[in-house]
């Protein structure tokens, strides 16, 4: 199966440039064209980007997921939720790295095989970051209206985190 990763890059860039020359295809012009059309996204979603990032960032120097952590533990432990897990439920639509850097203090201090690691890794793999998908995707397509999304995507990871507790609760 490692051998199949090894080659598998290979095979497909000798594939492309195969298929470009029997269909006589300017294979570098098409290429410059597509890193073109990648920059000018990149510019028109970086806006989008840089406030997330920054509001992240004041979320957490400011002490925000600490209080939510305080006030929501009481609510999730008479539900039986752990109170450990919450600070990735409250980062991990927000921040991808954030909630991979909470998820690491997570298996740190509980392990990987406690229920705690096991839910929280659980949660990481079945969760989305909500906001850098929705900045992303909405900005490259040029939206400002969210709509419904924002509310069904955080009902969505509010789901898999329930069910990522009666998963591992069920083992």
């Known amino acids: 199966m490692d051998k199949v990763g090894i080659y598998a890059v290979p095979f497909i860039i000798f594939a492309i440039l195969v298929y470009g020359a029997v269909k006589k295809t300017d294979l570098f012009g098409c290429f410059c064209s597509g890193a073109k059309e990648g920059i000018s ?27 939510m952590t305080t006030v929501l533990s009481p609510v999730c432990n008479a539900v039986g939720i752990p109170s450990e897990i919450l600070p990735l439920g409250l980062i991990r639509p927000i921040s991808g790295s954030g909630s991979f850097a909470v998820l690491s ?20 793999g079945s969760t989305e970051t909500t906001f850098y998908a929705i900045a ?13 999304t924002v509310p069904a995507a955080l009902a969505a990871d509010f789901c898999s985190m329930i069910f990522a507790v009666l998963t591992v609760s069920c083992l």
């Open 41 to 67: 996204s990149l510019i028109s979603i970086a806006p989008t980007l840089i406030g997330l990032v920054l509001a992240v960032s004041m979320l957490s120097a400011s002490g925000f997921f600490d209080i």
């Open 105 to 124: 203090s997570i298996l740190e201090q509980h392990g990987a095989d406690n229920k705690i690691g096991m839910i929280a890794s659980v949660m990481a």
């Open 136 to 148: 992303v995707y909405y900005g490259a397509a040029g939206l400002k209206k969210t709509g419904c």
